[in-house]
């Protein structure tokens, strides 16, 4: 087994994994109200647990900024207690939907849906994250986020924000923008998460700056497995639904990453329904240590397909990295400034916005471009959960409607004895959501001279449209004394 692992392209692999990975599980965990090491706990499981079972063979599993926003409300409004809870009915449920192989289902969901959820993710996180840049606590709801803006400005203009980290803050997102044009080989091997917090550690370090730092504690201080007290969280419908929302942004996020990564190489590609059921087992262990949910994440994954991995191999050994610097080293966190790990948030959530996307849907499909935006929107407005709801509705209404095309051709004809027939025909698919103009275009036919309505050429007549062309014939029939003909006989209806 061991002979059949390229170690020459995933050792290296998993190294450049884990230092992509290791701000990024400190960030989530602060960004969610946790503590930081939480979010090593979940990085350490998705690669030593989820690494190891079948599924997909190079994506790479942890704490996601797709479910921050999620997760903190569920910690505001349950607990950290409840929070182990939470994740391992997410985890059952996930292992429940893989053996019902329903993994791939997960693949007919809109893509104006999901650009829209990555967006209104990716502006919630960066609304709320830069309050944390400024060393403040922000708003409990997107609104209130947005609307608090104006003032954080002037704040920060005014030097009423805290301006040491403020400029720090600054500072690490000028070095994550601008560390892919630096030259030499180091600046192409180190993630620049990676870069721009240590230079951000490194400087509170030499300054002695007066910033607030991450709070680290020992692994086992900070696991806490779900206990008789956590229950009253699955008790009524908003510890339920948190377990729905956990595990469909959870299961759409690993899916629609595991799509992603499968077009970046050429090796075996994705079982979803193992993958899905994968992700339930890491959920799982995460729940049972009251850890976060992890998802399939496409920041690391795209990490280490780039970097050259060959095998499942690479995902694991970055587990193994986690573990062994959180257990020799965890000092050093406490030397990371929370301004940084806000700065690299705020850069993850611009990146979730598809500003390419936006803009080529609002160049060519503008209903795609509504319900992307609409999606963004809900979830800013409402929640995670309710807003990928509302894309999901909106979306099916359009479909329903695009895919309802009636065509409706009225014609005038001169009969040989000189008299005047209106001829309509009907063709496509006569649907209630077209019935309206059905309607309009029948009730404006002259009621004194012959008319002659052809069905013959619809796909599908729905009961709705059914029971309306009757009762419009049998009004004609009752008020003209013209003749109508309608070719084929309209069906019986109730």
């Known amino acids: 087994m061991l002979r059949a692992v390229p170690w020459r392209h995933d050792l290296p692999a998993s190294l450049v994994v884990f230092l992509v990975a290791l701000p990024l599980c400190v960030g989530v965990a602060v960004a969610s109200g946790v503590p930081a090491e939480l979010g090593l706990v979940t990085g350490i499981v998705g690669g030593l647990v989820v690494g190891l079972l079948p599924g997909s063979s190079l994506q790479v599993s942890g704490p996601a900024a797709g479910l921050t926003v999620l997760v903190y409300d569920a910690v505001q409004q349950f607990g950290v207690g409840a929070l182990g809870l939470l994740v391992l009915g997410t985890g059952l449920l996930q292992i429940v939907m893989g053996a019902l192989r329903l993994g791939r289902w997960f693949r007919a969901m809109s893509a ?56 720090l803050g600054l500072g690490t997102l000028l070095v994550l923008v601008g560390w892919r044009y630096v030259p030499g080989r180091v600046a192409r091997a180190v993630p620049a998460p990676l870069a721009a917090v240590g230079l951000a550690a490194a400087v509170t370090a030499a300054a002695d700056l007066s910033v607030a730092r991450v709070r680290v504690a020992g692994l086992l201080d900070v696991v806490q497995p779900p206990g008789g007290a956590a229950l009253d969280a699955l008790v009524g419908t908003a510890g339920l639904g948190t377990v729905v929302a956990f595990t469909l942004i959870a299961s759409a996020e690993t899916l629609f990453s595991a799509a992603a990564v499968d077009r970046m190489h050429h090796g075996p590609r994705t079982h979803y329904d193992r993958e899905l059921t994968a992700q339930g087992v890491g959920n799982t262990v995460c729940g049972l240590l009251g850890a976060l949910p992890m998802t399939a994440v496409i920041v690391r994954s795209a990490a280490n397909v780039q970097a050259g991995a060959r095998s499942r191999a690479s995902r694991t050994m970055h587990g193994l990295w986690l573990l062994l610097f959180t257990a020799l080293l965890p000092g050093a966190l406490g030397l990371v400034p929370l301004t940084a790990l806000a700065a690299v948030l705020v850069h993850a959530g611009a990146k979730l916005v598809p500003l390419r996307r936006i803009a080529a849907l609002g160049r060519e499909h503008h209903g795609e471009a509504l319900v992307l935006g609409v999606t963004a929107t809900a979830i800013i407005a409402t929640d995670l959960f309710e807003g990928v709801l509302i894309g999901v509705g909106l979306a099916v209404v359009k479909s329903a409607w695009q895919t309802s095309h009636l065509q409706i051709a009225v014609e005038e004809l001169v009969l040989p004895t000189g008299a005047a027939l209106h001829r309509v025909r009907l063709s496509g698919n006569a649907t209630f959501l077209r019935l309206p103009r059905l309607l309009d275009a029948l009730e404006r036919l002259p009621a004194d001279r012959p008319v002659e309505l052809d069905w013959s050429g619809l796909r599908h007549l729905d009961h709705a449209c059914t029971v309306a062309l009757a009762a419009w014939a049998a009004q004609h029939r009752a008020r003209s004394t013209a003749p109508l003909a309608v070719e084929p006989p309209l069906p019986t209806v109730a």
Request: no cysteine.
């Open 112 to 167: 104006s849906v999901v650009h829209g959820m990555l967006a209104g993710i990716g502006l919630t996180l960066l609304f709320g994250q830069l309050y944390a840049l400024a060393d403040r606590r922000a708003p409990a709801t997107g609104p209130e986020k947005i609307a608090g803006l104006p003032r954080l400005l002037a704040d920060a203009l005014t030097g009423a924000a805290a301006p040491s980290a403020i400029a």
